[in-house]
């Protein structure tokens, strides 16, 4: 079969590396790649977002799945023009991907088939939305409706803030078109986490679960970010919490879905907080979460393809999957200044070093290859990523690789699985 990943970052490289392992895998490609999928995947220079481009591809090379890695061309409608053309595509429909496209619209999904989440408010206008701020206190949440990067969601300690935070997105339009409208909601409290099933429109599938470090410094500190590390699994969503999020989220979530006439096939990540064992929807992704993926695929051992097909085929009841028992890290390097202003072009040596380290594997995001050399071009660069007994045996030897990377102009966290650990 001949395959077409889209996207360019970590999760991308840990997908068709997952891919390339099938059997079923003969030709693979990516669009538009990076250095490290190069590597295993012949790279198209296409845009993740060049839509025309993309279903011209994949019908002159007769692509058997395309898979879409970043929500940017799901939410534009990608897969209904594949399918249109007589393409099969692993995600959701544009209707569909709406519940990361607007969170909105998936806070009303929620609301309308009793899923459990913060209670909110949905604005059009700033000074409506300062009023319920006010009469709401804080610390409160305020949300872009749109897809924002993953930067769209402030966490505000006093009304101030709040206010600022309402400005930030509607006057100042941080985020343009995005911030149209805001939803502001209660402050959950507790512990977040990762939850993915892949859905095939009928049935769900769940997988693993995964915990990420969204702040930018150890200890939590800093600026929200894509994700500076994750590991697999997190030890905060236990066998019943697992039952509970399938019970009272994901399956109401995929028959609502059902219900308004959007049915739902793809991976579905939501971003859960719990509290005192109980489980409340944070936000919906409809893709594989970055950098939560790697780890994933670390520990994967069916076969993703065939996964990936049933999920487009609607034949998910013919997948049973399994997981290695082992942990796994992932430890994100970022340029200096990230998720600020930051610099590209600088080389990155060591990389072979680092894949030498016992059961790591470097995913590339954010590079490029001039000549013989590795050039950092991006925000989030390297997934230094790698599979231990233990969570505490996956991060000795993920870090024992981050430090066999000579690269004086990215930074990482020090302290990726600390929840983990303490427990």
Same mark, same amino acid.
């Given at each position: ?16 590396? !997952? ?15 990076? !250095? ?18 993309? /279903? ?5 090379? =007769? ?53 459990? $989440? ?14 319920? %701020? ?33 400005? *930030?997105?509607?006057?100042?339009? !941080? ?6 409208? /805001? ?26 679960? !995964?915990?990420? *470090? =969204?702040? &930018? ?7 929200? +970010? ?7 699994? @997190? ?12 019970? +009272?989220?994901?399956?109401?979530? %995929?028959?609502?879905?059902? &219900? ?9 990540? @939501?971003?859960?907080?719990? #509290? ?40 998910? #009841?013919?997948?049973?999957? #399994? ?6 890290? $992932? ?29 790591? +594997?470097?995913?590339?995001?954010? +590079? ?16 230094? $990523? ?5 969570? @505490? ?7 024992? &690789? ?22």
């Amino acid at each position: 079969m001949k395959i077409l990943v889209v996207g360019s970052g970590g999760r991308e490289h840990a997908l068709c590396w !997952a891919i390339a392992k099938s059997p079923r895998c003969g030709k693979l490609y990516c669009a538009p790649g990076n !250095a490290g999928i190069a590597a295993i995947a012949k790279c198209v220079p296409l845009d993740a977002m060049d839509i025309d481009g993309i /279903v011209r591809f994949a019908a002159e090379n =007769k692509i058997s799945l395309v898979v879409v890695g970043p929500e940017g061309p799901l939410v534009a409608g990608l897969v209904d023009r594949l399918e249109a053309a007589g393409i099969r595509a692993f995600g959701p429909r544009a209707n569909a991907a709406a519940l990361e496209g607007s969170k909105g619209f998936m806070k009303d999904l929620c609301e309308k088939y009793a899923i459990p $989440t913060a209670e909110f408010q949905r604005f059009d206008e700033p000074a409506a939305a300062k009023e319920y %701020i006010r009469r709401k206190g804080a610390p409160i949440v305020v949300k872009a409706d749109g897809l924002a990067a993953g930067k769209g969601v402030i966490l505000c300690r006093n009304e101030l803030e709040a206010y600022a935070a309402v400005d *930030h997105i509607m006057v100042e339009r !941080a985020f343009g078109g995005a911030g149209d409208e /805001v939803i502001v909601e209660e402050f959950l409290t507790g512990e977040e986490a990762s939850f993915f099933a892949l859905v095939d429109g009928v049935r769900a599938v769940p997988l693993v679960s !995964a915990q990420d *470090h =969204k702040a &930018a410094y150890d200890g939590d500190e800093g600026p929200n +970010t894509g994700g500076m590390g994750a590991y697999s699994p @997190a030890p905060v969503v236990t066998a019943a919490i697992a039952k509970t999020v399938m019970n +009272t989220i994901i399956t109401p979530t %995929i028959e609502g879905m059902a &219900a308004e006439g959007c049915a739902y096939k793809g991976v579905l990540f @939501a971003g859960l907080m719990i #509290d005192k064992g109980v489980p409340k929807l944070l936000e919906y992704n409809v893709r594989f979460g970055d950098p939560e993926c790697q780890p994933l695929m670390l520990r994967l051992k069916s076969d993703l393809l065939e996964a990936l097909l049933a999920c487009a085929d609607g034949s998910l #009841d013919k997948v049973t999957l #399994d997981w290695h028992s082992d942990a796994a890290l $992932t430890v994100v390097m970022a340029a200096k200044g990230y998720p600020g202003v930051y610099e590209k072009g600088s080389e990155i040596r060591g990389l072979a070093a680092a894949n030498a380290v016992e059961g790591v +594997t470097v995913f590339h995001a954010g +590079t490029k290859a001039a000549d013989d050399t590795i050039i950092a071009n991006g925000g989030r660069v390297l997934n230094v $990523t790698a599979r231990g007994k233990t969570v @505490a045996e996956a991060q000795k030897r993920a870090y024992k &690789a981050v430090d066999a990377i000579d690269w004086p102009d990215g930074f990482c966290r020090r302290d990726i699985g600390w929840r983990a650990l303490k427990r």
